[in-house]
Protein backbone atom coordinates (compact mmCIF):
# COMPACT_ATOMS: atom_id res chain seq x y z
CA UNK A 1 0.00 0.00 0.00
CA UNK A 2 1.44 3.75 -0.98
CA UNK A 3 2.58 5.90 2.08
CA UNK A 4 1.84 9.52 1.90
CA UNK A 5 4.17 11.97 3.63
CA UNK A 6 2.30 14.65 4.66
CA UNK A 7 4.41 18.02 4.96
CA UNK A 8 1.76 20.96 5.89
CA UNK A 9 2.64 23.99 8.32
CA UNK A 10 -1.75 25.17 9.34
CA UNK A 11 -1.97 23.31 12.23
CA UNK A 12 -6.12 22.45 11.55
CA UNK A 13 -5.18 21.90 7.76
CA UNK A 14 -2.54 19.16 9.06
CA UNK A 15 -4.92 17.31 11.31
CA UNK A 16 -7.74 17.09 9.04
CA UNK A 17 -5.57 15.80 6.30
CA UNK A 18 -3.77 13.57 8.54
CA UNK A 19 -7.01 12.21 9.38
CA UNK A 20 -8.76 11.54 6.08
CA UNK A 21 -5.16 9.82 4.79
CA UNK A 22 -5.31 7.86 8.15
CA UNK A 23 -8.97 6.37 7.47
CA UNK A 24 -9.46 3.64 5.77
CA UNK A 25 -8.34 3.50 2.05
CA UNK A 26 -5.45 4.23 -0.30
CA UNK A 27 -2.85 5.36 -0.03
CA UNK A 28 -2.32 5.72 4.02
CA UNK A 29 -0.55 8.46 5.67
CA UNK A 30 2.77 7.49 6.81
CA UNK A 31 3.89 10.88 8.87
CA UNK A 32 2.53 14.14 8.86
CA UNK A 33 5.28 17.20 9.38
CA UNK A 34 5.09 20.80 9.44
CA UNK A 35 8.85 22.07 8.34
CA UNK A 36 11.45 21.48 5.66
CA UNK A 37 13.70 20.38 8.58
CA UNK A 38 11.14 17.59 9.30
CA UNK A 39 10.61 16.59 5.85
CA UNK A 40 13.71 16.14 4.65
CA UNK A 41 15.07 13.89 7.48
CA UNK A 42 12.01 11.80 6.86
CA UNK A 43 12.93 11.26 3.12
CA UNK A 44 16.93 10.71 3.87
CA UNK A 45 16.13 8.39 6.83
CA UNK A 46 14.89 6.14 4.24
CA UNK A 47 11.35 6.22 5.83
CA UNK A 48 8.68 5.39 4.08
CA UNK A 49 6.92 7.87 1.85
CA UNK A 50 5.81 6.86 -2.06
CA UNK A 51 4.08 10.22 -2.39
CA UNK A 52 4.83 13.65 -0.86
CA UNK A 53 1.69 16.16 -0.31
CA UNK A 54 3.45 19.14 0.30
CA UNK A 55 2.75 23.19 0.85
CA UNK A 56 5.28 25.20 -0.73
CA UNK A 57 5.51 28.21 2.20
CA UNK A 58 6.60 26.73 4.92
CA UNK A 59 8.11 28.46 8.18
CA UNK A 60 11.50 27.12 7.64
CA UNK A 61 11.75 27.30 4.31
CA UNK A 62 10.55 26.41 0.74
CA UNK A 63 8.21 23.84 -0.17
CA UNK A 64 10.61 23.57 -3.41
CA UNK A 65 13.50 22.08 -0.99
CA UNK A 66 11.49 18.78 -0.02
CA UNK A 67 10.15 18.24 -3.63
CA UNK A 68 13.78 18.36 -4.80
CA UNK A 69 14.54 15.79 -2.50
CA UNK A 70 11.35 13.82 -2.81
CA UNK A 71 11.75 13.26 -6.74
CA UNK A 72 15.79 12.04 -6.21
CA UNK A 73 14.14 8.35 -5.48
CA UNK A 74 12.51 7.22 -8.97
CA UNK A 75 9.34 6.63 -8.99
CA UNK A 76 8.58 8.72 -6.10
CA UNK A 77 5.28 11.30 -6.85
CA UNK A 78 4.88 15.26 -5.39
CA UNK A 79 1.74 16.89 -4.63
CA UNK A 80 1.69 19.93 -3.85
CA UNK A 81 -1.40 22.29 -2.08
CA UNK A 82 -1.02 25.50 -1.82
CA UNK A 83 -2.50 29.12 -2.08
CA UNK A 84 -0.04 30.14 -4.18
CA UNK A 85 -1.63 30.20 -7.57
CA UNK A 86 0.60 32.18 -9.77
CA UNK A 87 2.67 31.17 -12.49
CA UNK A 88 6.40 31.72 -10.85
CA UNK A 89 4.97 29.52 -7.96
CA UNK A 90 3.67 26.90 -10.17
CA UNK A 91 6.21 26.70 -12.79
CA UNK A 92 8.84 26.69 -9.99
CA UNK A 93 6.90 23.66 -8.77
CA UNK A 94 6.48 21.47 -11.35
CA UNK A 95 10.51 21.91 -12.29
CA UNK A 96 11.56 21.00 -9.04
CA UNK A 97 9.18 18.00 -9.87
CA UNK A 98 6.08 17.88 -9.32
CA UNK A 99 3.29 16.02 -10.93
CA UNK A 100 0.17 17.87 -9.82
CA UNK A 101 -0.58 21.21 -8.20
CA UNK A 102 -4.40 21.69 -6.27
CA UNK A 103 -4.71 24.83 -5.01
CA UNK A 104 -6.12 24.92 -0.87
CA UNK A 105 -9.31 27.40 -2.00
CA UNK A 106 -10.93 24.11 -3.64
CA UNK A 107 -12.30 21.23 -2.24
CA UNK A 108 -10.28 18.87 -0.47
CA UNK A 109 -12.93 15.81 0.28
CA UNK A 110 -11.41 14.40 -2.50
CA UNK A 111 -7.23 14.61 -1.56
CA UNK A 112 -7.36 10.66 -1.55
CA UNK A 113 -9.17 10.39 -5.25
CA UNK A 114 -6.45 13.40 -6.20
CA UNK A 115 -3.51 11.22 -4.95
CA UNK A 116 -4.39 8.12 -6.40
CA UNK A 117 -4.67 9.83 -9.38
CA UNK A 118 -1.20 11.11 -9.66
CA UNK A 119 -0.12 6.94 -8.45
CA UNK A 120 -1.59 6.06 -11.52
CA UNK A 121 0.19 8.39 -13.68
CA UNK A 122 -2.25 11.33 -13.85
CA UNK A 123 -1.31 14.91 -13.18
CA UNK A 124 -3.71 16.55 -10.79
CA UNK A 125 -4.44 20.56 -11.43
CA UNK A 126 -6.89 23.11 -10.34
CA UNK A 127 -8.59 24.54 -13.16
CA UNK A 128 -7.06 27.80 -12.20
CA UNK A 129 -3.51 25.88 -12.71
CA UNK A 130 -4.04 24.19 -15.79
CA UNK A 131 -5.09 27.61 -17.42
CA UNK A 132 -2.21 29.48 -16.12
CA UNK A 133 0.28 26.25 -17.46
CA UNK A 134 -1.68 26.53 -20.85
CA UNK A 135 -1.01 30.46 -21.37
CA UNK A 136 2.33 29.28 -20.53
CA UNK A 137 2.43 26.85 -23.30
CA UNK A 138 0.85 28.70 -25.78
CA UNK A 139 3.22 32.18 -24.81
CA UNK A 140 6.35 30.15 -25.80
CA UNK A 141 6.90 31.01 -29.11
CA UNK A 142 9.64 28.79 -31.99
CA UNK A 143 12.95 30.10 -30.80
CA UNK A 144 15.26 28.28 -33.14
CA UNK A 145 17.38 29.30 -35.70
CA UNK A 146 17.13 25.90 -37.55
CA UNK A 147 15.04 26.09 -40.88
CA UNK A 148 12.08 23.28 -40.21
CA UNK A 149 13.14 20.54 -42.16
CA UNK A 150 11.00 17.88 -40.01
CA UNK A 151 14.21 15.95 -40.31
CA UNK A 152 17.01 14.79 -37.42
CA UNK A 153 17.68 12.10 -34.61
CA UNK A 154 14.42 10.98 -33.04
CA UNK A 155 14.35 12.66 -29.56
CA UNK A 156 12.55 9.99 -28.27
CA UNK A 157 11.32 5.74 -29.74
CA UNK A 158 7.87 5.52 -31.26
CA UNK A 159 6.93 3.83 -27.96
CA UNK A 160 7.62 6.14 -25.76
CA UNK A 161 5.92 8.60 -27.72
CA UNK A 162 3.00 6.76 -27.35
CA UNK A 163 3.20 6.56 -23.94
CA UNK A 164 3.70 10.33 -23.35
CA UNK A 165 0.84 10.77 -25.56
CA UNK A 166 -1.18 8.53 -23.28
CA UNK A 167 -0.12 9.82 -20.22
CA UNK A 168 -0.28 13.82 -21.44
CA UNK A 169 -4.02 12.98 -22.43
CA UNK A 170 -4.67 12.01 -18.76
CA UNK A 171 -4.83 8.28 -19.31
CA UNK A 172 -2.96 6.19 -16.31
CA UNK A 173 -0.46 3.90 -16.27
CA UNK A 174 -2.39 1.18 -16.48
CA UNK A 175 -4.95 2.48 -18.77
CA UNK A 176 -1.37 3.05 -21.34
CA UNK A 177 -0.31 -0.11 -20.70
CA UNK A 178 -3.56 -2.06 -21.87
CA UNK A 179 -4.09 0.08 -24.67
CA UNK A 180 -0.35 -0.63 -25.96
CA UNK A 181 -0.77 -4.28 -24.51
CA UNK A 182 2.34 -4.18 -22.22
CA UNK A 183 2.79 -4.42 -18.46
CA UNK A 184 2.25 -1.38 -15.95
CA UNK A 185 6.07 -1.71 -15.05
CA UNK A 186 6.88 -1.49 -18.61
CA UNK A 187 5.36 2.19 -18.99
CA UNK A 188 7.29 2.71 -15.77
CA UNK A 189 10.41 2.01 -17.16
CA UNK A 190 9.45 4.27 -20.06
CA UNK A 191 8.35 7.16 -18.32
CA UNK A 192 11.68 6.52 -16.51
CA UNK A 193 13.59 6.71 -19.87
CA UNK A 194 11.26 10.09 -20.79
CA UNK A 195 11.91 11.75 -18.27
CA UNK A 196 16.37 11.16 -18.24
CA UNK A 197 16.05 12.15 -22.06
CA UNK A 198 13.92 15.15 -21.28
CA UNK A 199 15.75 16.18 -18.80
CA UNK A 200 12.08 16.84 -16.25
CA UNK A 201 10.93 14.91 -13.39
CA UNK A 202 7.45 14.92 -14.29
CA UNK A 203 4.60 14.41 -16.62
CA UNK A 204 3.53 17.89 -17.14
CA UNK A 205 7.28 18.98 -17.41
CA UNK A 206 7.64 15.98 -19.90
CA UNK A 207 4.92 16.97 -22.29
CA UNK A 208 5.26 20.59 -22.14
CA UNK A 209 9.74 19.88 -22.85
CA UNK A 210 8.83 17.38 -25.50
CA UNK A 211 6.35 20.19 -27.47
CA UNK A 212 8.55 22.64 -27.22
CA UNK A 213 11.47 20.89 -28.65
CA UNK A 214 9.71 19.96 -31.79
CA UNK A 215 8.03 23.37 -32.76
CA UNK A 216 11.74 24.16 -32.38
CA UNK A 217 12.47 21.89 -34.99
CA UNK A 218 9.45 22.37 -36.86
CA UNK A 219 8.30 18.52 -36.43
CA UNK A 220 4.87 17.39 -34.94
CA UNK A 221 3.80 18.03 -31.30
CA UNK A 222 1.75 15.64 -29.12
CA UNK A 223 -1.63 17.14 -28.62
Not at 75 to 84: A, M, P, T, Y
Not at 156 to 177: D, P, Q
Amino acid sequence: MDQVLLVEDDVPTREWLAEVLSAGGEPQLAHACGSVREALNWLRSGKPADIVLTDLGLPDGSGLDVIREAVRQPGREVLVLSIFGDETNVLAAIDAGAGGYLLKDGSLDSIREHLQCLRSGGSPLSPRIARTLIRRARAVPPTSSVAPTGEGPELLSEREREVLTGIGKGFSYAEVADALKITTNTVRTHVRRIYEKLSVNSRVEALYEYNRRMTEQGRPTIR
